[in-house]
């Protein structure tokens, strides 16, 4: 877009200065160092939305060090992007974002592994898990290709990948692509999710999770081998942490077809976004009048998406300093 006229830049900046504000909701401050004394660069050369550090001297925009750094796109294609990722319940495949967008399948593919970059927590924003925590595994990805060779058996010695899921009753989830279910590999990413000292964990009968139990304030456990699949006296179940599994074998088998190991954490990002931005809502679903004449209603709590206005506010808020950039053999690469 030229701005040729000083009427259409001012319009410009106006609007870009208040959509600014998501990306930088206390103020614009520089992506390279952190200052907030910037100035905005207003040369007949610039580039609208440019400014200047006035501690580092370095210049940026509002895309500077986020995964939309130097994009050549529209950043209206961005944000439609991040909607169509936000809005479908088992993700959306690259495929059809670039029908819907009018862009390249390779284009939408790298919009949409930036935009579940940006869905990561590795910068640890969020809270550890509280209260009753249900942690799970499980392999995921299809049978392998009959004429590849390969031969996964179920269950374990599977050559699938394997994910490590915990999630607490409230509603949060956390997902991690492990290497085996060995205690020595769990503990340590449990311990980055939850506070043991007041942690009562819910898992099932794998023998790794009975020396892990020890070191929480309280375990309890059902052995799915003897068809136990909840226990009314302790409350043991781990079926939340199967709901969110259920949910990423979903989107695997409906969507994500083809997927790489490699990229699989970042799937796993994108379905624990998913649950993660939830209410929950208590919903009256049936009300009746009993033969004496009481009002009788039953009611139940349904989990909502939190509004995707807000969901993408909170996305782009995270943006700094997720960088992705393409690679040369239309990979990517973090600069
Ligand atoms: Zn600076």
Redesign the pocket.
């Known amino acids: 877009m030229a701005f040729v006229d000083g009427v259409a830049r001012e319009h410009f900046t106006q609007a870009a200065g208040c959509q600014e504000g998501i990306i930088w909701p206390t103020g614009r401050h ?1 992506p ?2 952190g ?1 907030v004394a910037s100035s905005s660069l207003n040369g007949r050369t610039c580039r609208p939305g440019l400014y200047q ?1 006035r ?2 001297r ?1 210049q940026f925009t509002v895309t500077t060090l986020t995964p939309m750094h130097g994009t050549k796109l529209d950043l209206r294609i961005w944000i439609c992007a991040m909607f169509l990722v936000l809005t479908s319940s088992k993700g959306i495949s690259s495929v059809v974002m670039a029908r819907l967008l009018g862009v390249n399948q390779k284009t939408a593919w790298k919009v949409g592994h930036a935009i579940r970059e940006m869905m990561d927590d590795r910068n640890g924003e969020l809270m550890p898990l509280e209260d009753i925590v249900e942690i799970d595994e499980a392999y995921v990805g299809g049978a392998p290709k009959s004429l590849s060779g390969a031969y996964n058996p179920p269950g374990k010695g599977t050559g699938k990948p394997m994910i490590f899921v915990a999630a607490s009753r409230d509603g949060q989830a956390r997902a991690r692509v492990v290497p085996n279910d060995q205690r020595a590999t769990l503990e340590p990413v449990l311990l980055e999710w939850i506070d043991p000292a007041t942690t009562n964990l819910m898992t099932d009968g794998n023998k790794s999770y009975r020396g892990l139990g020890k070191t929480m304030a309280d375990h309890q456990y059902v052995i799915h081998s003897q068809k136990e699949y909840a226990n009314p006296e302790t409350g043991a179940h781990v079926n939340t942490a199967e709901a969110v599994i259920s949910q990423v074998q979903r989107a695997l088998v409906g969507v994500y077809h083809n997927l790489g190991r490699k990229h699989l954490q970042r799937y796993l990002d994108e379905i624990v976004w998913r649950w993660n931005h939830r209410d929950p809502v208590r919903e009256v679903v049936k009300q009746w009048t009993t033969k004496a004449g009481v009002e009788r209603q039953k009611s139940t709590t349904i989990w909502r998406p939190i509004p995707v206005v807000d969901q993408m506010r909170v996305l782009l808020q995270g943006a700094v300093g997720k960088q992705v950039r393409r690679s040369r053999d239309y990979g990517l690469c973090w600069p």
């Open positions: 520089c390279h160092c200052s550090c501690d580092c370095l």
